[in-house]
């Protein structure tokens, strides 16, 4: 079975910290994805990677980046938390292929205080 | 731009009956692949279905099925014989390749209840 996994499930932070979230996918898949939930709002793509250090924005991508040194790790970073950031982050891989699900990771529930 | 929709945000069905749970999308795009995932409060999102644009057949998998009208730009989730189980978010979510990068757009969600 396919697992992606991030690195916490809850986490709290103060506003003005840096901040890293951390998904590792174990099935070897090129595409990597960072959304955030919010409630009434679904699923919004802040980043995604296609390929090791190759990265494109999302819908939502101000106040984020992303790094992608290896292809099975895939990090969001929050340069300076803010309160508006408090929100679910869903990592998902991707194998690259046409007709492939994405698999998500268990979420990270990020309060910022 | 492409667009998911969702306009149930809850729906509530008796054990054993079904259940139908709107999506419509917008695209200008003819080749694209549409999804409905499952999010229990555990969290953990799960693929459901998947449907082929290119695919006139609805897709089915057990006593998931959907209704896929393509011109309609419409892909409803029908659950069948429901179960306590089935009690979650649905997403509906498209996909499709545009200028060369990939586009996986999902809808607002549906908060599905079973009532014993």
């Known amino acids: 079975d396919v697992k992606v996994t991030q690195s916490s499930r809850y986490l709290v932070k103060r506003t003005g910290e840096k901040v890293f979230l951390e998904c590792v996918q174990d099935?070897?898949?090129?595409?990597m994805f960072w959304y955030r939930q919010d409630p009434g709002l679904g699923l919004r793509l802040i980043y995604f990677s296609y390929d090791v250090k190759m990265k494109e924005k999302g819908d939502i991508p101000e106040g984020y980046s992303v790094s992608r040194e290896k292809k099975e790790r895939f990090s969001l970073i929050l340069e300076s938390a803010s309160t508006n950031q408090t929100s679910m982050y869903l990592c998902?891989?991707?194998?690259?292929?046409?007709?492939?699900?994405?698999?998500f990771g268990q979420g990270t529930r990020l309060t910022v205080v | 731009a492409q667009t998911v929709t969702q306009s149930q945000p809850e729906m509530s069905v008796q054990e054993a009956e079904t259940v139908t749970l709107s999506c419509t999308y917008d695209?200008?795009?003819?080749?694209?692949?549409l999804f409905w995932y499952k999010q229990p409060p555990s969290r953990q999102m799960i693929l459901v279905i998947r449907?082929?644009?290119?695919?006139?057949q609805n897709a089915t998998e057990n006593r998931f099925s959907v209704n896929f009208q393509k011109a309609a730009k419409s892909f409803s989730l029908k659950i069948s014989d429901s179960q306590l189980g089935d009690a979650a978010m649905y997403f509906c979510a498209y996909r499709a390749l545009i200028g060369g990068s990939e586009k996986l757009v999902f809808g607002k969600g549906t908060k599905l209840t079973v009532n014993p």
């Open positions: 695209t200008s795009e003819s080749d694209y692949y």
């Open positions: 099935m070897d898949h090129e595409n």
């Open positions: 998902a891989s991707r194998q690259g292929l046409p007709n492939t699900e994405a698999f």
């Open positions: 449907q082929e644009a290119y695919k006139q």
